[in-house]
């Protein structure tokens, strides 16, 4: 028997391509919606900024899936104004 035929094979989390959408792969990251939400409810303005992919838009998805007031829109296929209104208005 072969060393790694015991070994249970996982698929890497790591090598999701773009914001990651399903919710079990969105690790360890309640904490943080939960502290983005506590400073929305006071009022505060909040930005996100890092280098490329550190999770920026996945938290943005999620932040939009667990409060339907906002909406996350793919900006990387918005090149004018006409593409702006066309995704906007598909949500």
């Known amino acids: 028997m072969e060393p790694n035929s015991l070994v249970k094979k996982t698929p890497n989390p ?5 914001r990651i959408e399903n919710p079990s792969r969105f690790f360890e990251q309640k904490k943080l919606l939960n502290e983005v939400f506590g400073e929305l409810e006071k009022g505060t303005s909040l930005s ?28 990387q296929k918005v090149h004018d104004e006409g593409d702006f209104f066309k995704t906007l208005f598909r949500h």
């Open 48 to 75: 996100l900024i890092g280098g490329d992919k550190t999770g920026k838009s996945s938290l943005l998805y999620h932040v939009s899936k667990k409060e339907p007031h906002f909406i996350y829109l793919d900006m």
């Open 14 to 18: 790591f090598g999701d391509k773009g």
